[in-house]
Structures are given as C-alpha cells and as structure tokens.
T-cell receptor, first 113, second 112 residues
Framework: GENVEQHPSTLSVQEGDSAVIKCTYS??????FPWYKQELGKRPQLIID?????GEKKDQRIAVTLNKTAKHFSLHITETQPEDSAVYFC????????????FGTGTQLKVEL | DAGITQSPRHKVTETGTPVTLRCHQTENHRYMYWYRQDPGHGLRLIHYSYGVKDTDKGEVSDGYSVSRSKTEDFLLTLESATSSQTSVYFC???????????FGDGTRLSIL
C-alpha cells in the first residue's frame, strides 16, 4: 500500500518568514495530494490540494509543488503569521479508487513573534 | 463548513463493551470515511463507504465494523472495545471518489 513520510515533525519560524514542509510517497500511481491544517482540539481542515497533472498550485500565501518523478510534494507558506501555528498533514490518494487517503504523521508549525 | 455531525463527541467506556459512533451528513455526499487519529500516526483510514450498503476496508479495519443504511448516516461499531482502540475518531465526507474530503469535529473515545 501507499506510504507517506513527512518532514520535519516540528518547525519553528519567525513571523514573516517562510515555512516549507515536505512529503514523499511510495505509490507512483497516486494522483491526488491534499494538505490539511489542524488546530489543537479541532478537526483537520483542507487548505490546498494538487492533482498529478499539475506541478504547482497557489492560493494567496500558500503554495504546493509536486515532483512526480521524485515522488515528493511540498507545502510552502510565505509571510507566516501567528495564526498559521498548527499541525499540518499531507496525504496521498491511492489509485485504487474511493479516494482513500494515506496521511503523513504531521508537522507542528510554530510561528513566533 | 460541510454539514457533518459526529455523535457522541466524547465517550468513556470499559474494555469488552460494544460501542457505536455515528456520523450524520446533510450534504447528500456519496462517500463517507472513518479515520482514527493517534499521536505519531497521523490519521489512518478504518473503513469507508461509496454508497448505501457499499463499504470497504481501510488500513486499520481489524476490530471495527461499519454500516450505511441511509445516505446521510455512517455508523462505526467496535463490537468488543479494547484499550488499543482509545483514540480520536474522525468522519469525513466526499461528494464523489474524486473530490476533496471534509472532516467532522471528531469523537474522543476512551476505553478503560
């Protein structure tokens, strides 16, 4: 089955700096890669996603890049703000149908003032 | 926010007792999913449904069963709860098998 590895597990940045979180996946047939943000005690919320036919996608301060050859994808957050502090999860959808997601283990992002 | 309601939100029970968690949606989405979240593991898929009475196993299905008799409801049952099933359980829905998943607020289950 699919295996997703996520790094780093914790990330601390100064407000206004950029943050990058990286994930690798094992199944070359995976074709959908969402990112979720989860605040403490809350539900995971979808913040951006990318499909395998696209190399990059941006939404304001957030961008995701995908390298299918290397089987890795990354989340980029620019101009970080304290409200960006949360746990971020990457995921990959296995190609067997049903949009079954395999998640990474999460990155705790802390934006310091 | 997607119309997803999980119940109960919190439950404490004893080892060996049956437990049923409910996920109710008002979006008329075809796909529904159950995940568990544990420290160090992220979210792991337990079971999912792709229509009424149509279900399939996920990554960690042992010890769990599901049922979907109506589009809006997806039930997760632990027939005989064990301490290893202490976790936070999230339901998610998706309009089709090719659309993003949106999560409910979760159920915190403690098995003593």
């Amino acid at each position: 089955g699919e295996n997703v590895e996520q790094h780093p597990s914790t990330l601390s940045v100064q407000e206004g700096d950029s943050a990058v979180i990286k994930c690798t996946y094992s199944d070359s047939a995976s074709n959908y890669f969402p990112w979720y943000k989860q605040e403490l005690g809350k539900r995971p919320q979808l913040i951006i996603d990318i499909r395998s036919n696209v190399g990059e996608k941006k939404d304001q301060r957030i961008a995701v890049t995908l390298n299918k050859t290397a089987k890795h994808f990354s989340l980029h957050i620019t101009e970080t703000q304290p409200e960006d502090s949360a746990v971020y999860f990457c995921a990959a959808s296995s190609a067997g149908g049903g949009n079954k997601l395999t998640f990474g283990t999460g990155t705790q992002l802390k934006v310091e003032l | 926010d997607a119309g997803i309601t999980q119940s109960p939100r919190h439950k404490v029970t004893e080892t060996g007792t049956p437990v049923t968690l409910r996920c109710h949606q008002t979006e008329n989405h075809r796909y529904m999913y159950w995940y568990r979240q544990d420290p160090g593991h992220g979210l792991r898929l337990i079971h999912y449904s792709y229509g009424v009475k149509d279900t399939d196993k996920g990554e960690v299905s042992d010890g769990y069963s599901v049922s979907r008799s109506k589009t809006e409801d997806f039930l997760l049952t632990l027939e005989s709860a064990t301490s290893s099933q202490t976790s936070v359980y999230f339901c998610a829905i998706s309009e089709t098998g090719n659309q993003p998943q949106h999560f409910g607020d979760g159920t915190r289950l403690s098995i003593l």
